[in-house]
């Protein structure tokens, strides 16, 4: 046998396998992955440390709305708040502008009254001073989902922001304080006439006719004190209309008196789904939640009920087709008119078509409405309802989560029964090809659903990247679980790479595109909102990362071998700090294992765009090779890569060589 020193350059690449046996998977796969946490598979490349989150804003979506003292005089310990619509946590701390002091709120100290939105708390200690009807009250930051997420770009402007849904109130946010945008917009409405008392209100000044304030509505009137509630949806003619309101008119208001609708009820609903349209010119969003009917607005306009059609209550998917608003609700897919996403009058283009299974997601893609169900996958086609068409892609396959669906570089992933599928148009006109993204880590896919009932996902474009997340209320966010599938090749399973996160707990997730950049945020049950890619840290926390190759037989696993280095190529953005760790045969007990090997590496250099000017080194070289020597012989080796220093940035982890003798066979 040879005596001379050999060398075995290892390629990272391939991402985490897991649908191979260990001894094939370093035959066939050498550079692929065993273990490949918080890393992705570069589009350059090799394996990337993934990037961290930091907070959006500093401040978290308020909890329980806006709530409102709902009279003056109040004193003591106990208090009644209008203007909520849901009821308020025991245990919860609040404050009261122009009151000093923070209060408790005590255990079996709630009575909620749904229909008029109002809570009834009492508290320790007693108020510091009487608060001014309608002071507005600023509740502690308790844990609870945000149940919708969305960033909201109005390209014509070239301004965005986060809109985000908390316990069935609406907030927005351009990265500082959150504002209530909950208020419907009805117009400019005032009071119809003085000398009014009782339980109802004449109110004019109402933009349209059939666009009415609904039942669970709250607005305040000039100069009269306390909050009202809508009871009864009213007849609006020529602008005008009578409301039944709760409580009774506390005095009379002044004629022309001006009235602000501060809340619509959007509870009940655990998710909330975004859809942007831009009809006439006017950018604006769509939300559904299952629960009520359909909002739509944008934050400088006010956000309206879409109530046109009672087949719309309940929505659970929306999309923006051919000009036209889409819905689905149970089996039913609504669309509305051409370029009115409030008029569901059939004369006037607006239609329902009926599919078979509950439809869990609607997709634009390439000209197409695609509709999944539990059951089957339908394409929409057409421009009007003159033409419309409904057709099925597949039968007996459909999306068993609607918040897998997305489209990745071209492609659109939607997880089936059986794995992470496509839905991409191939080279046949017409034609679909539905093959399985995630066959290289099916036994961990399954597991992962099985582990969690709560799943959601986001893209990355710029990284052509497909991240899915699962969601366990009460779980340690170190214990939280997800995979990132990095696309090389379109529509090949073969050509989504995998990798695992740990860490990154995510309920609500989007990401959207500016002129300049790309913006992915995400939420979890803290009542913040996250910016990904933005750190190098989780908001603080260090990133542990992982990647153990395959046991590598090298040529033949008969034949022992005798390891002198191992030398990695990296291509840092800064500093890093790890272990090898360099495992013999399986990690067999009966083979000596070496030591691991303290890996310190990056250099020191700066990075333009990222330096601080006074404190960054300038004008040194990365260092990107690092060498380690280990002894011992073997006849399958794997090199284990772990890295968790705190505030450590992102590096690639690109190429390995090892460098050994040919010993004996066995």
């Known amino acids: ?228 509630t809508v009871l009864a949806i009213p007849t609006v003619t020529s602008g005008a209309a009578t409301l039944s309101i709760y409580p009774a008119l506390a005095s009379s208001p002044a004629d022309n008196a001006i009235v602000t609708f501060l809340g619509i009820s959007s509870t009940g609903g655990s998710k909330c789904r975004f859809a942007d349209f831009a009809f006439n010119g006017t950018e604006k969003t769509v939300m559904v939640n299952g629960s009520t009917y359909p909002f739509s607005g944008e934050p400088t306009g006010g956000f309206n009920r879409l109530n046109g059609s009672a087949d719309l209550l309940g929505a659970t998917a929306t999309a923006s087709f051919a000009d036209h608003l889409f819905f ?89 029964p059986d794995g992470l599928r496509f839905v991409g148009a191939t080279a046949r006109i017409g034609d679909f090809n539905l093959s399985l993204a995630s066959a290289a880590i099916q036994d961990n896919l399954n597991q992962f659903r099985q582990d969690y009932s709560n799943l959601c996902s986001v893209t990355i474009r710029d990284k052509s990247q497909y991240r899915i997340f699962g969601f366990t209320s009460g779980q340690l966010q170190e214990e939280a679980e997800g995979y990132i599938g990095t696309q090389f090749v379109s529509q090949e399973q073969s050509g989504f790479q995998w990798s695992k996160t740990e860490g990154l707990k995510v309920y609500r997730a989007d990401s959207a595109h500016t002129v300049t950049d790309e913006i992915v945020i995400f939420s979890g049950e803290t009542g913040y909102v996250y910016t990904l890619e933005t750190a190098d840290n989780f908001d603080g926390v260090s990133i542990p990362a992982k990647f153990y190759t395959p046991y590598m037989a090298i040529n ?70 690092l060498t380690v020597n280990p002894t011992g012989s073997f006849f399958t080796v794997s090199l284990e890569y772990d890295f968790n220093a705190e505030n450590t940035a992102p590096f690639i982890v690109d190429t390995g060589l090892l460098e050994f003798s040919i010993n004996d066979r066995k």
């Open 556 to 625: 033949d696993p008969r034949i022992r071998k005798t390891l002198y280095k191992a030398t990695t190529y990296y291509d840092p953005e800064g500093t890093m700090e790890g272990t090898l760790t360099i495992t013999y045969d399986f990690n067999s007990p009966d083979t000596i294992q070496p030591a691991f090997q303290n890996l310190d590496g990056g250099g020191t250099f700066s990075i333009y765009g990222t330096a601080v000017f006074g404190s960054g080194s300038f004008g040194g070289d990365p260092e990107t090779v």
């Open 328 to 416: 689905g609700i149970g089996n039913k897919l609504v669309f509305s008119a051409p370029f009115d996403e409030t008029d569901y009058t059939a004369a006037n283009g607006a239609g329902t078509a009926i599919v078979k299974g509950k439809i869990t997601g609607l997709q634009n893609f390439r000209n197409k409405l695609i509709v999944f169900t539990t059951s089957k996958i339908y394409e929409f086609t057409g421009t009007s309802s003159a033409d419309f068409r409904l057709d099925e892609i597949v039968g007996e396959l459909g999306c068993s989560e609607p918040d897998s669906i997305q489209e990745v570089a071209g492609d659109l992933l939607f997880l089936g």
């Open 1 to 228: 046998m040879p005596t001379g020193w050999e060398s075995y350059p290892i390629e990272f690449t391939g991402g985490l396998v897991t649908n191979l046996s260990r001894l094939q998977q370093g035959i066939k796969m050498p550079g692929s992955a065993r273990v490949l946490v918080n890393f992705e598979p570069s589009i350059k490349g090799g394996y990337r440390r993934i990037n961290g989150y930091s907070k959006y804003s500093h401040s978290p979506v308020p909890s329980h709305g806006s709530p409102l003292v709902q009279g003056s005089g109040q004193t003591g310990t106990t208090l009644l708040l209008a203007n909520t619509f849901t009821a308020l946590t025991a245990g919860d701390t609040f404050t009261i502008d122009g009151v000093t002091g923070t209060y408790t709120i005590d255990v079996g100290g709630v009575t909620f009254d749904a229909i008029y939105n109002q809570n009834t708390i009492t508290f320790t200690p007693a108020l510091d001073s009487s608060p001014a009807d309608k002071a507005a009250v600023t509740m502690g930051n308790l844990d609870s989902n945000i149940e919708g997420l969305h960033y909201f770009y109005e390209s014509l402007l070239g301004t965005g922001g986060v809109l985000a849904m908390r316990q069935g109130v609406l907030w927005y946010s351009t990265g500082s304080v959150w504002a209530d945008v909950n208020a419907p917009d009805y117009g400019p409405v005032l009071v119809a006439g003085g000398a009014q008392t009782g339980a109802t209100a004449a109110l004019d000044a109402f933009t349209s006719d059939t666009f009415v304030p609904q039942i669970g509505d709250t607005f305040k009137i000039a100069g009269i004190e306390l909050v009202y």
